[in-house]
């Protein structure tokens, strides 16, 4: 018999719901929020009711009993580092995604709601490979300034997903394979899997590797020093530059990249040269990532929204088709890797880990 999940992923102004028996997907929704809804809430965490309310409204609005669910799974939020997996919403770490000690997110909201609705009804609830995954090594943690240490911020969700079904698609376990994955969205993270543990990665969010539509990506650090110090600029202004205003943001005037490549297309020249710089850019951190592997990659996969375009995809193939082939999957479905993270548990696959 199908075992039937109900998954939740909050986003600041949306909540995203699935349904699943198994690996098929019996609803895909998205809630959405207002600006003025959400802002009556002073923390995220007292936005819980209003989401619950939701969300328990549309599944009856959809005629699906909220009895029927074997497993609640939530996205994963702002956590302690931790290795990859599927984690059992313990007390624990259900009173640090309340509290918040490691940032405020809408993705706190998962756990939260996951554990609150499975208790009401009586069903385990998990988070999967929240982006604060960390499995680097010793070495990768290193950043050439005590004060500063190299951490591992990416999107683990995705990239792991893509991992394990290129691994499922060739009949092998993903934890006997090499790969580079790179995941290409509104921020960008190439990661080096080595047996099933991600042990170096370009931070997606914090100022490391390629710029993306809307993320500086790695800058020269003198440079940004004059900056910070010379423009008058405050720090949230700065730090805005880095996330959200930066990549093609910055250099087009905007984050969408399918405007990009109908730029570029249409003979825009700097649109042109950014889309070019932006294929450069990843193009060297997975040489790097390579380098991390010592050479042995079985295979480089290119995931994310950005994989769809063609253009892109293929310069980065042509590029680096010398180091190990590669397969692309387009796109990112946050909702079928949260489900298949909960059934390799509830199918015992996989043992749920404690956080």
């Known amino acids: 018999m199908a075992i039937r999940s109900l998954i939740i992923n909050p986003g600041s102004t949306s909540t995203k719901i699935g349904v699943f028996d198994d690996e098929q997907q019996v609803l895909d929704k998205t809630l ?42 939530g996205r994963g939020g702002l956590l302690k580092p ?27 909201l998962g756990g939260i709601l996951a554990r609150e609705i499975g208790d009401g009804i009586g069903v385990k609830s998990f988070i999967v490979d929240p982006v604060v995954v960390d499995e680097l090594i010793p070495v990768a943690r290193i950043s050439g300034i005590p004060q500063i240490e190299r951490v591992s911020i990416f999107h683990a969700l995705n990239q792991k997903a ?12 993903y934890t006997d394979l090499n790969l580079i994955v790179v995941h290409m969205g509104g921020g960008v ?20 590797g390629a710029f993306s539509p809307e993320r500086s990506g790695g800058l020269p650090a003198g440079a940004l020093v004059k900056l910070c110090f010379e423009s008058g600029l405050t720090e949230k202004e700065v730090r805005k530059l880095l996330v959200g205003a930066g990549g093609f943001n910055a250099y087009l ?15 825009d020249k700097k649109a042109a040269l950014v889309r070019d710089a932006f294929v450069f850019q990843l193009v060297k951190n997975i040489g790097a ?18 994989a769809y375009d063609k253009y892109v995809t293929s310069e980065i193939a042509r590029k680096v088709s010398f180091i190990a ?13 949260l489900a298949q993270g909960a059934l390799r548990v509830m199918n015992g696959e ?4 404690l956080y």
């Open 32 to 73: 959405r929020h207002t600006t003025e809804e959400i802002a009556q809430f002073p923390t995220i965490y007292s936005q819980k009711d209003f989401r619950k309310k939701i969300i328990l409204d549309a599944l009856k609005d959809e005629n699906i009993d909220i009895k029927s669910f074997d497993v609640i799974v």
């Open 82 to 108: 931790i290795p990859g997996g599927t984690y059992a919403v313990t007390d624990a770490l259900l009173k640090d995604l309340e509290n918040a000690p490691q940032g405020e997110h809408a993705s706190n």
């Open 162 to 173: 893509m991992a394990r079904r290129y691994a499922k698609e060739v009949g092998k376990k």
């Open 189 to 208: 993270s190439v990661g080096a899997h080595r047996e099933g543990q991600v042990i170096d990665v370009f931070n997606a969010l914090d100022g490391d």
């Open 253 to 267: 005037g905007t984050n969408d990249a399918r405007e990009v490549g109908k730029l570029a297309e249409g003979g």
């Open 289 to 306: 990532q390579a380098a991390v592997l010592e050479g042995k990659v079985d295979q480089i996969i290119l995931t994310g929204g950005i």
């Open 325 to 337: 082939p590669v397969t692309v999957y387009a796109g990112e479905d946050e909702l079928l890797a």
């Open 350 to 353: 996989e043992e749920a880990k």
